[in-house]
Structures are given as C-alpha cells and as structure tokens.
C-alpha cells in the first residue's frame, strides 16, 4: 500500500497561445490540482474548494495557469478586438459614375495588377506565406544576403524574437551584433553625416570611463543599419518577464477589481450585488 | 525581370515629376497632400481622408473614401470595410476604389495625374515581401506614377520639425530618434538613425486605436446598445476616455466603484460622465456632461421628465480602463508587454552606447496618442524603469496625426535627396520589382 497519496509535481508549463488554432489533434498541459486525497477524509464532499484546500493546494503557477479552454476563449476576444472590418458585413464598392472603360480599368491594366486586385488573400495567408518561405529557404524574397539554412525548424516559429533562444542560428534572428555577411557590391546608400563625429564626442563626456557604455564606432552603426528588417512575427513584442506582477482581473458586470470567481463559469465579479446580477444574466452555465 | 515598356506613351524619363503627392496610408485615415520644391508646406495641405468604404443603412449609400468625411451627416449604424489590415495595405481593390475617389476622380480635392506627380508613400514597418511587391506593382503598372518613394512611416518623423531641436533644413533628418507610433491598427517602436530605422530593434505592441474602440464597444454593450455603431464609439472614445496616472489608476477605481452590499458608496461624480449619444435629428454630435444621479436614462429616452429626448450612457471606469490596455496590455489576457516595456525590450536590441541618445529623444506620434495623460504617464513609467543616470525626455509631436505627412512633405522640398530616393518608373520596369524592393531597403545603390 502507498504510505502516503501519490503526488506528481509537474513542471510549470506555460503554453502561449497561438493565433491559429488548429484542428490537429494534440494536446494541452492543463492545470491539475494532483488525486484526489485518502478517501476517508472529506468523502462525499462536494463543496470543490473544500476538497481542493484539504487536497494540499496546488503551487501558485498551477492556480494561475489557465486551462486549455479558457486559453482558446481569451485568444478569440483578442481576435474580435482586432478585427478590422465591422461584423458580418459584405460591402461590395461602388460602381463609378459615367463609366469610363468600366471594365478593363476594374480589372487591371497588367497581368501583375490582375491578378492583384482580384486575389482574395487576408492578411493572414500572407504572413503565412512568407513564414513557410523562410522556412523552405532561410531568407525573404528580396534579401540579398544568403543565411544558412535554419536548423531544424519543423514549424515557422511565430516566437518573437525576444524570446527565440540563441540554439536556432539563422542569421535572420540572431543578435544585433555585426555578425551578417555583407557581400561586396553592396553599400548602404549614401546618407547625410555632416557632423556626427562632433556630437559623438558632445555625448561621450560623462561617460568616458565605462568602456561598454561608449557609442559605438561608426562600423557597428553601419552593421546594425544595414542588418534586414525583421519579419512580422519576429517584431513583435513579447510578454512581460516573469518578475511583473501577474495579470489584473476585473469584476465582469461593473469593471471594478474582480475579487470573486463564480465556481460554475470562473468569471470575475466584485460584489454580491454583481454577483447576483451575473448568476441571473451573463452566467454562462445557466441551463448546466 | 525586364519587362518590356508598357504601349501607353508614358514620360518615362529619369526626372522627377514637378509636384510629389505624399500619400501616409494608414488604416484609419490617409494623410495626403502636394508638395513641390517651390512651396512650404502647411499643415493645411494635408487633407485627411477616410481610408474605409462604409455602408449607411439610413441613407442606403456607400462612402468610398473623402466622401465619408465631405458628404455624410449621419454616422448612425455606418459598417465599414478597411482595406488596410493589420497596417498593411492587403484589399487592393478597395484601396484602388479609395485612391481613386480621393486623386483621379474629377470631383476630388486633390485631384491630380499621377503621370506628371512623384508619389512618396509609406508604410508600416516589418512588412512582409509580398505585400511589400504587390504595392509596387499597383502604383507603377496600375496609378502609373512618375516616379515612387516607398518607406517604412516612422522613418519620415525624422524630417518633420521636432519638439527636441530647432527644426533642420528639409531633407537632413534628425541624428538619433526614438519614433512611438500609437496608429490604428497597432503600435510600433522604431529607432531611428540618421532617418534610418535600426530594424533589429523594431518592436510592435499588438494594441491600438482599433482595440482600444472595440474593447469600449464591449464594455459599453453591457449598458447600451451599441454592437453596430462604431463611429459613435470612437467618438466617445476620443471624447471621454483618459490616461490616468499609474499611482493613482487604483485610487480612479476606488472612487469610481459603487460599493459592496454591505458598504454603498456614493459614486464620484468628477469622474463618472453622462454622455449623450447623437441622434442626428436634433443631436448631431455627441457631448459629455457630468453625472447627474437624479436623472433616469429611461425617462429622458422616452422623454418622460420634462427636458429633451436623449438617449444617455452613463460613463464611469471605462475612461481610463480602456486606455489602460496600452500599459497592460494583460488586463484582456494578451500576452504581451505593455508600451514602457516593449520600448525597454527594443533598447535592450541595441548596444548600451545608444541608450542615453535615444531614450533623450522619443518622439511619440500618432491618432491614439492624443489621450489627455498619455505622454506623462508613459514618461513616469519610462522613468521608473531605466536607471538613474540615463536622461529621459519623451514629447508628443504638435500634430500627431499629420507628422509623418509633414515629415515627407519637407523631405520632398529638397530635390537632391528625393532624387537618391526615387524609382523611376523606366527604372522598375527595366530592373523589375526585385530590384525595386532591394532599393527602397538601401542595398541597391544606382
């Protein structure tokens, strides 16, 4: 017999979601307060914050780990927040007044523009695109410098490139560090630099002595310059460290300070005055 | 890929077109105007236009373009369709609409040919290739434009007069600026050098003017109907809403809060607002006024109680709650930083030298940063989080919206530098559009 209950201690895991949401079939780390005690105790309980608190209580990260669900259900509200166009609305344009080869001009002049104007693409395919690109050949349409080819990467990473560790060596996400090759015949345009040197000098005066804190000589800049614009998914910024204080929640109904989670949805409210107005409203397992 | 010279009769010289048209095409509205070697620009020369196609269900008519703004009164339940996603220009069919009614149409204010007009146009940074390809097809085989400028917006902050310096002459930028983009669509971070953008340390916050609407539609729904007014709420966005000191956001929600069943507070009326929604009979614009408990939303609806018939929403933490969301962003679970420490995320890319040069010189731009308290809270908070010795000077453009617009316009003044700039039109359809795109990130020299 176990002398005491088994318990599992798991792995903070957090999992990021992603803006995606496949159908694949996977799965999710999800949140788990451990078994359920020695049966002799709190048997028949179905107050769950009883047996939960007598269960030993789960570590703070579990408590605040989302489930998988309720993860899905935060990054669709993200979505509807940045949605661009109105709901459900198709509004097909204007056809112009007094004609003027109505047709041809619609369309397109060239084959190029045809084919632009007519193509149904989202914002979304387009990224997509260029992510399974780099993906294939390790450097956009239009980079001249050729990088090595990415180790490993099974799927285009949507990390930011803050959060990317150093093991993937592609120079396209590497640090800042003037590490690219730059081929010859290519020069940076010719750009105005009247009196840099003088106000290099100006700002280097209090800080002389600390050898890393001197600007940088005129090569860095110019590598830094000339490093390629980071794509779309590489800019963006990532989430705050694990030392910031963790994320507020707020009371569903009046938008103060949430204090109290109902136990059937896990919604926020503030008070019972709000409570009682979510049980009768907005509770989602009304019916359940 | 040479292409062969199309068989219109186009000035394909290697001359600049006497005037340039400065288009800043963003998602919510486009800054346009003409520029030319001859004139000072204005700020009178930027026309803001609508860059949306909205559908009236009152008027069963469709705006394309200025017309939103020129034509219409009543902005009750308008649907819009945006070309323009993310910040990035992806429906070129409703842009052509929108470009059209707004250049080449006869009726339009700034109508022009784009044959004999240098267009310099601008676009969100971090763009992807392909989008990046399809615009300059549309203006060089579509528009057919003399000659073309495409860059990335923040990088035309760096010709526009700055609050730091005495503005220099036009076409030399400004050495070190640190550009906050608070647009429509998202907010971006981009250093710039000597104009040019240090692109490892591009940062972008996924929050903008568009979330920052959307997320008050939400709350506001709980109250009133509003699911399809978004018009309305931007503008009681752009009225009500503030940015409250980051000491005193708890306070502002104490103060607000109605109290508990056991402890009623009274609500303070300083902060809680009624605003009155338009009707666009006999309110045509909608107004905030202070609280008053003594008056019941439904009996003044239905005018009931003596005075006018209005419709009230009762505003009181969605004020500074909303605009909250670009400091934490967090508070909807989104899991990024908020606008200080993405700005810290971009600084900490770039070696310590240039810290103190750029942290003296950020310039915040942009519709949505207009909110009263923004550049102050997000001066405090900068503040708290570098250390002692750097100096921290943070400044909002004096017209956030228009700066970019006039950043191109004195950039286009000075002809020397816009010529280094430019494709011609021969050029691209010599070179082909791989060149292009190589030359307008500056590896391509002539």
């Known amino acids: 017999m176990a002398a005491g209950p088994l318990r599992f201690r798991t792995p903070h895991i957090e999992e990021l979601p992603i803006t995606q949401s496949r159908q694949a079939p996977g799965f999710a780390w999800v949140a788990v307060g451990g078994p359920p005690e020695d049966p002799s105790k709190n048997w028949g309980t179905t107050n769950r914050k009883r047996a939960r608190a007598s269960a030993g209580g789960q570590t703070d990260a579990q408590k605040e780990a989302l489930s998988a669900r309720q993860q899905k259900e935060i990054e669709r509200k993200i979505r509807d927040l940045n949605n661009d166009n109105s709901k459900d609305v198709q509004i097909p344009i204007p056809k112009k007044e007094g004609g003027g080869g109505g047709g041809a001009a619609r369309a397109g002049k060239t084959q190029n523009t045809k084919k632009i104007l007519a193509s149904g693409k989202t914002f979304a395919h387009y990224l997509d695109d260029e992510e399974a690109e780099i993906a294939r050949t390790g450097r956009r349409e239009g980079d001249v410098e050729i990088v090595a080819a990415p180790v490993m990467m099974q799927r285009p990473s949507k990390t930011p490139i803050a959060r990317r560790k150093a093991t993937e060596d592609s120079s396209l996400d590497s640090s800042p560090a003037p590490t690219l090759p730059i081929h010859q015949g290519m020069r940076p345009p010719p750009v105005r630099k009247p009196s840099v040197t003088s106000t290099v000098d100006a700002m280097d005066l209090d800080q002389d002595e600390e050898a890393d804190r001197s600007i940088p000589s005129e090569a860095e800049i110019e590598a830094l310059l000339s490093a390629p614009p980071l794509t779309y998914n590489q800019a963006r910024a990532a989430p705050p460290p694990c030392s910031a204080p963790p994320p507020r929640k707020f009371c569903e109904v009046c938008g103060y300070f949430g204090r109290a989670k109902c136990m059937k949805c896990g919604a926020m409210t503030c008070s019972v005055l709000c409570k009682d107005t979510h049980d009768e409203q907005r509770c989602l397992k009304f019916y359940a | 890929m040479a292409r062969k010279n199309s068989h219109k009769p186009t000035a394909t010289t290697n001359e600049l077109a006497p005037r340039t048209l400065i288009l800043d095409n963003g ?76 250049f080449v149409d006869k009726r339009s204010r700034l109508k022009c040919d784009p044959h004999e007009t240098n267009l310099i146009l601008t676009e969100a940074p971090n763009a992807p290739a392909a989008l990046q390809r399809n615009a300059d097809e549309m203006v060089f085989e579509e528009f057919e434009f003399a000659t073309y400028y495409r860059t990335p917006s923040p990088s035309l902050n760096a010709y526009a007069p700055s609050p730091f310096s005495l503005s220099p002459a036009p076409g030399v930028p400004l050495e070190c600026l640190l550009v906050i983009d608070v647009g429509h669509s998202h907010t971006t971070i981009t250093p710039l050098y000597d104009g040019r953008p240090i692109n490892p340390a591009c940062r972008r916050l996924e929050i903008g003017g568009k979330t920052l609407t959307n997320h008050l539609k939400d709350l506001l729904s709980r109250n009133v109907e509003v699911k399809n007014e978004d018009w309305i709420v931007q503008e009681i966005k752009e009225d009500v809403c503030f940015v409250s000191a980051s000491s005193s956001f708890s306070s ?56 006018p018939r209005e419709h009230i929403v009762t505003i009181g933490n969605e004020r500074f709650t909303v605009p909250e969301l670009l400091f934490t962003p967090s508070d909807i679970g989104m899991q990024q930083d908020g606008l200080p420490g993405t700005i810290l995320q971009s600084l900490h890319s770039l070696p310590e030298g240039l810290w103190q040069p750029f942290l003296a010189n950020v310039l915040v731009v942009g519709g949505s940063s207009k909110f009263p308290g923004f550049v102050r809270r997000l001066e405090a908070e900068l503040r708290m989080l570098v250390s002692d010795e750097f100096v921290v000077r943070v400044a909002q453009a004096e017209d956030p919206v228009k700066n970019v617009w006039l950043g191109g316009a004195k950039l286009a003044r000075d002809e020397g530098v816009l010529k280094e700039r430019v494709v011609t039109r021969q050029e691209y359809l010599e070179h082909g559009d791989v060149w292009t795109r190589r030359r307008f990130a500056g590896k391509v020299d002539r």
């Open chain 2, 27 to 102: 998602a919510h509205t486009i800054k346009a105007g003409f520029s030319s070697s001859s004139a000072t620009e204005e700020p009178n020369d930027c026309h803001i236009i609508a860059n949306c196609i909205a559908r009236s269900w009152r008027d069963k008519r469709t705006y394309v373009g200025p017309e939103l703004l020129d034509e219409c009164w009543d902005f009750g339940e308008l649907a819009f369709r945006r070309p323009v996603e993310r910040g990035f220009v992806v429906n070129w069919e409703g842009e052509k609409a929108v470009w059209e009614r707004s």
């Open chain 2, 252 to 307: 502002d929600l104490e103060r607000v809060w109605k109290g508990g069943h056991k402890d009623p507070r009274a609500v303070d009326t300083t902060i809680v607002v009624d605003y009155v929604l338009p009707d666009y009979e006999n309110v045509k614009r909608g107004f905030a006024r202070p609280h008053n408990p003594n008056v019941s939303r439904k009996e003044r609806a239905l005018g009931l109680d003596g005075g």
